[in-house]
């Protein structure tokens, strides 16, 4: 409940507009994605492996929203490379926007082990099978996504690195995501 005091229109929001998700590729050195399988989904969803997906907590930064989504699903410790696209979608859940940021992952453990809550089994799927399943070559965004993966794993496609920096405007510590390479025909090389 609120009073907007001044005789004039009322600038607070009404609440929050937009849910930040993070999904997260990793791959180890045997060219396999950590894909899971959802304990909980849509009957069109059924049989599918995904990448690791989860929401952001509030005051929390993508890149370690991600490392701790993947971690708590599987196990798996990782570190964050880099943002290497990002969707935007109006009226999903509760008529909220949503930001979903798509991140490349770096595996620092192997050992699996699944959080029953919300996952129904994971493991490490070859690529190429990975790319295979009809539910991804039948998604539109999500093969365009695997293409920009697949260009990023061949070094002809730069994804957007963490900085962090203080503005001036709030004496705040920021994050901001940007692409470091300067010269555009030198080929993307992996932090």
């Known amino acids: ?71 708590e699903e599987t196990g798996i410790d990782t570190e964050f490379v880099e943002v290497m696209a990002f969707r935007h979608v109006h009226d999903v859940a509760f ?19 699944v959080d029953d809550l919300e996952i129904q089994d994971a493991k490490w799927m070859p690529l190429v099978e990975f790319v295979e399943q009809p539910l991804i070559q039948e998604d539109d965004m999500f093969k365009k996504i695997i293409d920009i993966f697949i260009a990023r794993l061949g070094k002809r496609y730069c994804g957007l690195s963490v900085h962090q920096l203080v503005s001036k405007f709030d004496d705040k510590l920021s994050t901001l995501y940007f692409n470091t390479v300067d010269d555009p025909n030198l080929n993307c090389q992996a932090s």
């Open 1 to 71: 409940m609120t009073y907007w005091i001044p005789e004039e229109p009322c600038m607070l929001p009404s609440n929050a507009s937009h849910q930040v998700g993070v999904g997260g590729f990793v791959i180890n050195d045997k060219n396999e994605v950590l894909v899971v399988q959802e304990k909980h989904f849509t009957p069109s969803l059924s049989g599918l492996w995904k990448i690791p997906t989860g929401f952001i907590h509030e005051s929390e930064e993508i890149f370690t929203g991600i490392v701790r989504e993947v971690q």
């Open 95 to 113: 008529q909220k926007s949503d930001l979903f940021f798509v991140c490349l992952l770096r595996p620092l453990s192997k050992q699996i082990m």
